[in-house]
């Protein structure tokens, strides 16, 4: 399986990943995450940005020509009481269900850790849903660790 880094032509295959992604976390938490209709269509103009951004990091892998993973992550800005001026963030990594527990997705995290590296970012964030067990366990065998615990409340108006 090659693991590449995506181009601009790649987002119309990559979009119905994302769909998938969003319709999954939504079945977990729609308070959490309540998406617009078609969250998938809000991703396209971001996606070519950053399959054309050297500070970013878009990953796919393709079998025989066909899309089955993708992996998004981003610079960012720090607050300025941190010591730290910036971050790395993985935003997506979705792997199609049939080509799972093949090692694909550590591999695309190994890569984005790598690429950040060399770029000279110094860490590296993600959040995972609190049902995703799979995601942590995966994270935490690539050296990732828990940092914070985000909890959320809905205020209901009356």
């Known amino acids: ?8 032509a790649d987002v119309p295959a990559v979009l119905p990943m994302v769909a998938k992604i969003c319709a999954l976390h939504k079945s977990w938490d729609s308070a959490k995450y ?28 393709e079998d025989q020509s066909q899309l089955v993973a993708f992996l998004v992550a981003t610079v960012e800005r720090e607050i ?21 527990q093949n090692g694909l997705a550590r591999q695309m995290v190994t890569l984005s850790v790598e690429r950040f590296h060399q770029m000279g970012v110094n860490q590296i964030r993600l ?12 994270f935490a065998s690539c050296g990732f660790r828990a940092s914070t615990i985000e909890m959320l409340i809905e205020v209901i108006s009356h």
């Open 80 to 100: 300025p009481i941190y010591r730290l001026q910036e971050f790395a963030f993985i935003h997506d990594l979705w792997v199609e269900p049939e080509y799972r």
């Open 127 to 138: 959040d995972t849903a609190a049902v995703n067990e799979a995601a942590r366990r995966l």
């Open 34 to 61: 309540g998406f617009l209709p078609h969250p998938e269509q809000h991703y396209e103009q971001w996606l070519r940005r950053l399959a054309n951004n050297e500070r970013s990091v878009f990953l796919v892998s």
């Open 1 to 8: 399986m090659l693991i590449r880094p995506a181009t601009p």
